[in-house]
């Protein structure tokens, strides 16, 4: 009964194994760390499971290979590929769709589809959405891209089937007669989009699959892998990142908070405590076993957030304000300051439990922060920011600016920058430009550069953890 | 060098993971049953990460219930260290033992007596290791804990031993099955992820949701643990501060049949609220939102 953990379980099929090696080649070139013990885990557990329960095989490869929730959605396309659902059209395949239950595929036309897409939608039962999906795909997604050579389209099945036009006879059914336009009406609009969704991705996923049987993984996989959250630029997120990288951020403002009170951790001990260790002492007959000491006053880091808000970094704004809004629950002792072409004092609309999509609208409609055209003036802002604000920057406090350095040929305000670096504890400037482009153009991160402490090349998730990680002293 | 402890699988197959799982309360889908399954087969602590209030410490109480084990819990927090995770020596009996010696008693006698098993506070992680029967260790929280109780665990999880000085090296004649939860507050090193299988619980798909609810509170009406669903999947949709949590959803089908709600209107929603949403911005947003009131 019990084996030896070392010896390898024998495996189903060698072929197998050499796929789950492509498998894991493939993970890695998508930027998944995956160890060669971890392989190994992988392979061994291969061999316990049920290998024709195709969802058994995801979660033993996904128990053993992805390790971190942001890098999933890469994993199940990925398996997906690699270990697909069936091969061929799905209306040959036994267990799948059968409309008109006479045992056969039997023929169908789209408007016989559209009407058991509506069913399904109204049901909601997944494994039926997924088979749909796939019919829907072998009867329209297939087209001629070039003469001769057939190609397999999402939007082609989405445009005939169209199912954001059965949304309103769908909610006329789900709600019967009861009342509309209000709470009602709002879940189940909620419920019947997250259907569609559902059809909409094992589409895609279909689509996928057919692509790849057609002309070969390696030609589809590109395609698929899409960038992992942590490195998707932040001036080219898409609001689905931004939804990811929030996720991603919330921890990261709890470590950079970590980091700046780390020196507190290190020097917890203060002088001994001679009273209290007196009295522990009794509890041992007198011999002072443990040594009591007094707490050492705590490094109470005081933070001053500048950030550029402007259009130019619309979604890097945007991350962030997210950022700010995660410190300021982090830190008791945190200022920011936005700026456009004039800076202004932004704390007030990120206090703790205030929503963060409000706050946001908020700081652009009542900030002050254009004053003149409204394209960014670090110059100004800076001046403006050492003036009205003289008392926020101390040598206790550390200095965040954030923003591309494009200063539209303006007056860079050096001097500002240079006598509030000077004040400060540490300055640092995150940029969210790649490091080749600084300095070209409109661009004055070659005067402000070595006025910090550190300009740092920050274009995505990865690079701010590493910021925080390592260039980060304590 | 050493012999690892020997791995006693106690689940036949996924199908069985799944059934005995559901009868100590907990549904499981596929994945969950197949990485439980893993997890024993294999001898590999489980490592699961979620948000909170998703089933991570149920799922464990349920393994250790369905493999008639005893649950063995070690709660992390931040400063946890050696002396309370693994073990401790007991200075005050052995302070008590050295001065109720006699003059003539050598000293060596005493040395080997007060370094004894009599002396040593066996803590979580050493409780265990030295259990002989079935033992379901659940290390809570990791995330909280220090990077060093990481390393700790390493030690103790790769190899199943715990070197003490003074007496040698203790091993687990029977491996426990180890989970260890995290709500991913901090990133977890890689070393360790690497040695454990990784299971990430999300919030459950409707059907799923809905079949907890119903086993969990049996005297909810099937049409209203519909609503609730729905209704809480829709608030998850929305970009709150806490996500309700599985817990939630059922506090809040137990509210609801305490007050004898049976549909979900605007009304009772908004009075219930207060049970599924516990910040006051939330509660802001999902009236508005939901176009409650």
């Keep these: 009964m019990s084996e030896s953990p070392e010896r390898e379980p024998e495996l189903p099929r060698t072929g197998l194994l ?97 009407e058991l897409l509506r069913q399904a939608l109204l049901d909601g039962d997944p494994e039926t959405i997924a088979k749909l999906a796939r019919q829907a795909v072998a009867m329209l997604g297939r087209a001629d891209s070039q003469p001769g050579r057939q190609s397999w389209f999402t939007y082609r099945v989405l445009r005939q089937l169209n199912p954001d036009t059965l949304i309103a006879d769908l909610l006329a059914q789900m709600l019967g007669d009861g009342e509309r336009d209000g709470f009602a009406e709002k879940i189940a609009r909620q419920t019947i989009n997250e259907r569609i969704r559902q ?27 899409k960038p992992l959250a942590e490195q998707v630029d932040f001036l080219r997120a898409s609001r689905d990142d931004l ?98 072409d004039t800076c202004d004092e932004i704390t007030r609309y990120f ?45 206790k406090t550390s200095l965040l600016v954030l923003g591309d350095g494009r200063n539209n040929y303006r007056a860079s305000g050096a001097d500002a920058l240079k006598g509030m670096a000077a004040r400060a504890r540490h300055t640092y400037w995150l940029n969210p430009e790649p490091q080749h482009q600084w300095g070209s153009g409109d661009s004055a991160t070659r005067t402000y550069a070595p006025l910090v402490d550190r300009m740092i090349e920050c274009r995505n998730v990865e690079q701010l953890t590493e910021f925080v990680t390592t260039l980060l002293p304590g | 060098m050493s012999d690892v402890a020997t791995v006693q699988p106690q689940f036949a197959s996924v199908a069985d993971v799944r059934e005995r799982l559901g009868k100590a309360g907990y549904l499981a889908d596929d994945a969950i049953a197949t990485t439980v399954f893993l997890a024993d087969r294999l001898g590999k602590p489980l490592l699961i990460e979620g948000p909170a ?42 302070l008590l033992r050295i001065q109720a010696a006699k003059a003539e008693d050598a000293w060596d006698a005493t040395h080997d007596d007060i370094f004894g098993e009599d002396f040593l506070l066996s803590r979580p992680l050493l409780s265990a290791i030295r259990r002989d029967d079935a033992t379901v260790l659940l290390i809570d929280e990791v995330d909280k804990a220090d990077v060093e109780v990481e390393g700790l665990l390493l ?136 176009k409650l009131s």
Excluded at chain 1, 202 to 211: G, H, P
Excluded at chain 1, 263 to 277: A, H, S
Excluded at chain 2, 78 to 84: H, I, K, P, Q
Aim: net charge negative; with cysteine.
């Design chain 1, 18 to 114: 050499d796929r789950e090696v492509e498998f894991v080649g493939a993970l890695r070139r998508a930027g998944l760390i995956v160890s060669s013990a971890e392989t190994v885990d992988a392979t061994r557990a291969f061999g316990v499971v049920d290998i024709l329960d195709r969802e058994s095989v995801r979660a033993a490869f996904a128990s053993t290979l992805c390790k971190r929730p942001a890098h999933r959605r890469t994993f199940d396309n990925l398996f997906d590929l690699y270990f697909p659902i069936a091969t061929g059209d799905p209306t040959t395949g036994e267990g799948e769709f059968d409309p008109d239950g006479d045992g056969e595929g039997g023929e169908i036309d789209p408007e016989m589809l559209r």
């Design chain 1, 199 to 225: 059809f909409e991705e094992a589409v895609e996923a279909e689509v996928r699959r057919r692509l790849a049987e057609d002309r070969g993984i390696d030609a589809v996989e590109r395609n698929v892998i």
């Design chain 1, 243 to 340: 939804a990811e990288m929030r996720r991603q951020v919330y921890p990261l403002a709890r470590r950079l908070a970590t980091r700046l009170t780390a020196r507190k951790k290190v020097e917890q001990q203060g002088r001994l405590d001679f009273r209290r260790t007196v009295r522990a002492s009794l509890g041992t007959g007198g011999v002072p076993l443990v040594t009591l000491h007094k707490p050492k006053k705590p490094h109470k880091p005081e933070l001053v957030v500048f950030c550029d808000v402007s259009g130019s970094v619309s979604s890097f704004a945007h991350f962030t304000l997210m950022l700010v809004s995660a410190l300021r629950e982090q830190f008791s002792k945190v200022r920011a300051f936005a700026f456009i």
């Design chain 1, 351 to 395: 206090s703790p439990g205030l929503d963060l999509a409000d706050a946001m609208s908020k700081v652009v409609r009542e900030a002050d922060l254009v004053w003149f055209d409204g394209h960014s003036d670090y110059g100004h802002s800076f001046e403006v920011l050492d003036e009205r604000f003289p008392d926020a920057i101390t040598p």
């Design chain 2, 53 to 94: 209030g998703v089933g991570k410490t149920e799922l464990s109480k349920a393994v250790a219930e369905s493999t008639s084990a005893e649950m063995i819990r070690l709660q992390c927090y931040e400063g946890l260290d050696e002396a309370r995770a693994l073990y401790e020596w007991n200075y005050k009996k052995q």
């Design chain 2, 155 to 290: 030690e103790v999880l790769s190899d199943f031993q715990v070197t003490i000085p003074e007496l040698g090296t203790v091993s687990a004649s029977r491996r426990p099955f180890v989970v260890l939860t995290s709500n991913a507050s901090r990133e977890l090193s890689e070393a360790l992820k690497r040695r454990c299988l990784y299971l990430h619980l999300d919030y459950p798909t409707a059907e799923r949701e809905k079949a907890i609810v119903l086993s969990r509170v049996p005297q909810v009406p099937e049409q209203l643990a519909e609503q609730i669903v729905r209704t809480i999947r829709a608030l998850r949709a929305m970009e709150l501060k806490k996500a309700p949590s599985i817990a939630e959803t059922i506090d809040w089908a137990t509210t609801l049949l305490a007050l004898g709600i049976d549909t979900l209107d605007e009304e009772s929603v908004t009075t219930t609220l207060g049970v599924v949403l516990k910040h006051v911005s939330d509660q802001i947003r999902a009236i508005g939102e939901l």
